[in-house]
């Protein structure tokens, strides 16, 4: 029971790492400059949207490794 709710975890986590990880701008501006790249017309670039993207994918990571590490002990 313990296990397969750490396994759903374990999913939407690997699942929002990936995305985390596309939208982050990288040297080709990754997808989040195409997402964004009309917003920047009415708004303005909003340079701090990067910064919270690294940080989201860093706590995102640290909990996909605990999960991981919690099934393989768990197993």
């Known amino acids: ?11 939407i986590l690997c699942l929002g790492l990936i995305t985390v990880v596309l939208l982050q701008s990288g040297k080709s501006a ?7 790249g009309g917003a920047e017309t009415f708004f303005g670039k909003r340079e701090g949207i990067d910064n919270v993207l690294s ?3 860093t706590l995102i990571a640290v909990l996909f490794i605990v999960t991981s590490i919690t099934l393989v002990v768990l197993k």
């Open 55 to 57: 940080k989201f994918t």
């Open 30 to 36: 990754g997808l989040s400059g195409s997402i964004a």
């Open 1 to 11: 029971m313990v296990v397969n709710v750490i396994k759903v975890i374990h999913i």
